[in-house]
């Protein structure tokens, strides 16, 4: 089984920054994609980026130059910087990490997320 636990949410007034962080833990040999996910009061969920073991990036248009996605292999754990933050960034934050097994099986895991809201 693997946890992946988050944290960094808060309030932010429009304009400022967070950082989140999500750690992977339990029967890991490797974990390829990472990601980060978010969900709008009354909205579903939506991808906000995403990183690959290599290091490449994807991200939504709606945060390309304000949110920057990286991620710690040594401590298996993905990182989102989010500046300029506006009020329709509020939602719940979800990570997730595809980690694969010692015999080869991957599997998707996600966080219990962490709630982000910007004031106007």
């Known amino acids: 089984q693997v946890q992946l636990v988050e944290s960094g949410g808060g309030l932010v007034q429009a304009g400022g920054s967070l950082r989140l962080s999500c750690t992977a833990s339990?029967?890991?040999?490797?974990?390829?994609?990472m990601g980060w996910y978010r969900r709008a009061p009354g909205k579903q969920r939506e991808l906000v980026a995403t990183i690959i073991s290599g290091g490449s990036t994807n991200y939504a248009d709606s945060v390309k130059g304000r949110f920057t996605i990286s991620r710690d292999n040594a401590k298996n754990t993905v990182y989102l910087q989010m500046n300029s933050l506006k009020p329709e960034d509020t939602a719940v934050y979800y990570c997730n990490a595809d980690t694969e097994r010692r015999n080869g099986v991957v599997s998707r895991y996600w966080g219990q997320g962490t709630q982000v809201t910007v004031s106007s």
């Open positions: 339990g029967s890991i040999f490797s974990i390829n994609n």
